[in-house]
T-cell receptor, first 110, second 112 residues
Framework: EDQVTQSPEALRLQEGESSSLNCSYT??????LFWYRQDPGKGPEFLFT???AGEEKEKERLKATLTKKESFLHITAPKPEDSATYLC???????????FGGGTRLMVKP | KAGVTQTPRYLIKTRGQQVTLSCSPI?????VSWYQQTPGQGLQFLFE???????NKGNFPGRFSGRQFSNSRSEMNVSTLELGDSALYLC???????????FGEGSRLTVL
């Protein structure tokens, strides 16, 4: 059974204080690892897809990396508008089914 | 380009009733998936459709069902509602069966 664990569950940062969010996974036949951002009361917003170990992708202050066992979402010099829940999900087997982690709730204070 | 549209956004039902939720995917997307999100269980996969065929089904009871129409629009139905069905129901669409999923804003169901 595919499993995804995210840590920490919650993270408080001061504006400008860089940090990393972790996503550990156990899956047979990983086809893709996805990162989403979710604001309260809204649907998840797609950020990145990573397909193979060693791959990295960047978008503004966010950088996602992937190893064979985990993925990291690095946030550089965060701003209050980066406050949200960040979700990690894996895609394995046939079809589009995603298995999600529990998320990391990020709070950035000015 | 319009995103995934879900209707209704909010609804309140009582136990034993049934509910139908609707999803219009992004234009050109033929794959539609449904997820349930609750504070305790997080995001859980319900089912996935492609070209009107159900390709995958999650571990939910038979009270949960869905379908997809020829224009790729999808509906899901929950019969004999229980209190535990209160959740945010999210629809996501994708261009292909193994592509990125783009989510709608969700339908928030409250069962009293």
């Amino acid at each position: 059974e595919d499993q995804v664990t995210q840590s920490p569950e919650a993270l408080r940062l001061q504006e400008g204080e860089s940090s990393s969010l972790n996503c550990s996974y156990t899956v047979s036949g990983l086809r893709g690892l996805f990162w989403y951002r979710q604001d309260p009361g809204k649907g998840p917003e797609f950020l990145f897809t990573l397909y193979s170990a060693g791959e990295e992708k960047e978008k503004e202050r966010l950088k996602a990396t992937l190893t064979k066992k985990e993925s990291f979402l690095h946030i550089t010099a965060p701003k209050p508008e980066d406050s949200a829940t960040y979700l990690c999900a894996v895609q394995a087997g046939a079809g589009n089914m995603l298995t999600f982690g529990g998320g990391t709730r990020l709070m950035v204070k000015p | 380009k319009a995103g995934v549209t879900q209707t209704p956004r909010y609804l309140i039902k009582t136990r034993g009733q049934q509910v139908t939720l609707s999803c219009s995917p992004i234009s050109g997307h033929r794959s539609v998936s449904w997820y349930q999100q609750t504070p305790g269980q997080g995001l859980q996969f319900l089912f996935e459709y492609f070209s009107e065929t159900q390709r995958n089904k999650g571990n939910f009871p038979g009270r949960f069902s869905g379908r997809q129409f020829s224009n790729s629009r999808s509906e899901m139905n929950v019969s004999t509602l229980e209190l535990g069905d209160s959740a945010l129901y999210l629809c996501a669409s994708s261009v292909r069966v193994d592509g990125e999923l783009f989510f709608g804003e969700g339908s928030r169901l409250t069962v009293l």
